[in-house]
T-cell receptor, first 112, second 114 residues
Framework: AQSVTQLGSHVSVSEGALVLLRCNYS??????LFWYVQYPNQGLQLLLK??????LVKGINGFEAEFKKSETSFHLTKPSAHMSDAAEYFC??????????FGAGTILRVKS | DAGVIQSPRHEVTEMGQEVTLRCKPI?????LFWYRQTMMRGLELLIY????????DSGMPEDRFSAKMPNASFSTLKIQPSEPRDSAVYFC????????????FGNGTRLTVT
């Protein structure tokens, strides 16, 4: 079965600094991978998805992620953090059909 | 596009009572998912439907939980009887039938069982 592991349950960065949220996946087939963001008291929103068309995927709000098969990774980055980026971020992998398996989440804190 | 609509937003009930959570998916979406989110277990898939038919209910914790989708625009998740350990945020999500189309989540129902 597919699974994802998010390294670091909490990440803290200064405003303007690089954001790096780590995700490693386990999949027996070429994976479809997603990053979602959850703001307080809201549902999850799609940031970006990887569907094998390109290894570098650009998403909303300046985020991007790079698929690295050799490292089984799909890390999320943003060059310059903004206060509004503070939220919880989830990496997910698609199993059969449209069923998603989510990682445990990483809470991003942005310091002024 | 009104998005996925869940009701109620908050539910507080006493142990032993029946709880019904409701979801209206996005029109035209063929898949509907129920997830539960807790601090201890994260996001867990409880059950999902395709074209109103339950496809995988292996995540439903026990017989106290049941879910229905009587038509394409409505689904319910019922807990009877409720227990304090059922306290969580329950999310409904929907997607189209395109392979690996993203999920669209509702804002969730925060359930507290005392």
């Amino acid at each position: 079965a597919q699974s994802v592991t998010q390294l670091g349950s909490h990440v803290s960065v200064s405003e303007g600094a690089l954001v790096l949220l780590r995700c490693n996946y386990s999949s027996s087939v070429p994976p479809y991978l997603f990053w979602y963001v959850q703001y307080p008291n809201q549902g999850l929103q799609l940031l970006l998805k990887y569907t094998s068309a390109a290894t570098l995927v650009k998403g909303i709000n300046g985020f991007e992620a790079e698929f690295k098969k050799s490292e089984t990774s799909f890390h999320l980055t943003k060059p310059s953090a903004h206060m509004s980026d503070a939220a919880e971020y989830f990496c997910a992998v698609s199993e059969y059909g449209n069923k998603l398996v989510f990682g445990a989440g990483t809470i991003l804190r942005v310091k002024s | 596009d009104a998005g996925v609509i869940q009701s109620p937003r908050h539910e507080v009930t006493e142990m032993g009572q029946e709880v019904t959570l409701r979801c209206k998916p996005i029109s035209g979406h063929d898949y509907l998912f129920w997830y539960r989110q807790t601090m201890m277990r994260g996001l867990e898939l409880l059950i999902y439907f395709n074209n109103n038919v339950p496809i995988d209910d292996s995540g439903m914790p026990e017989d106290r939980f049941s879910a229905k989708m009587p038509n394409a625009s409505f689904s319910t998740l019922k807990i009877q009887p409720s227990e304090p350990r059922d306290s969580a945020v329950y999310f409904c999500a929907s997607s189209t039938s395109s392979y690996n189309s993203p999920l669209h989540f509702g804002n969730g129902t925060r359930l507290t069982v005392t």
